[in-house]
């Protein structure tokens, strides 16, 4: 049976990518740990990670979402903060958090919880943690290289007056390469 690598997420707009690229750019000018960026055209707001799924469950997961966002309401997010998983000292991603209406994000991720729960996706253990990963540092840094990025993360003024809407949950394909990940979409539903 084929497998599919998918997610669930939810887009940004293209204002947004282009000020995700600018702070990367900035960090970048700032620091040599080895870190692979992500492409700031391809960043997006993951609500579940499913992992390799069978290219037959593609439409239950699909009606799963469709189940999920039925009754919801677009809301409003916004890019706001800089940080880094698990903490400045020992980076292992750089990010930047997400407002808004986090509480109905909230919501909205603990309803796919509970439909894909049906069709055997454990709930995530993690308390969700809404971000836009921007970087991963490679496994070979080490210590002070993590603790510098940590340092200029720190050091790094960043303001947005970033908001994007939550008007779409996409379940995406996630095609790995040498070069990095290539997402496409495979279905989406609307919020209304």
């Given at each position: ?6 997610f ?5 707009t ?44 593609i ?41 808004g ?58 303001e947005?007056?970033y ?8 379940l ?12 496409s ?8």
């Open positions: 049976m084929e497998q599919v690598r998918c669930i997420a939810i887009g940004l293209d204002e947004v990518k282009a000020g995700l690229k600018d702070l990367q750019a900035q960090l970048k000018s700032g620091g040599q740990a080895p870190v692979k960026w992500v492409d700031p055209y391809s960043i997006h707001l993951t609500l579940k990670f499913l992992g390799d799924v069978d290219a037959d469950k439409i239950p997961i699909t009606a799963a979402i469709e189940e999920a966002v039925r009754g919801v309401a677009p809301f409003s997010l916004r890019v706001e903060g800089l940080g880094a998983f698990p903490n400045l000292r020992r980076v292992q991603v750089v990010w930047v958090g997400v407002g209406e986090v509480d109905k994000l909230a919501h909205l991720q603990q309803r796919l919880e509970s439909s894909l729960a049906g069709l055997g996706f454990a709930p995530e253990k993690r308390r969700f943690a809404p971000h836009l990963t921007l970087a991963r540092v490679r496994d070979r840094a080490s210590l002070d290289e993590r603790e510098g990025l940590g340092e200029l993360i720190a050091g790094t003024k960043f947005p007056a908001s994007f809407p939550a008007e779409t949950v996409s995406m394909k996630s095609q790995l390469t040498r070069e990095g990940a290539i997402y979409r495979i279905s989406a539903a609307e919020l209304k």
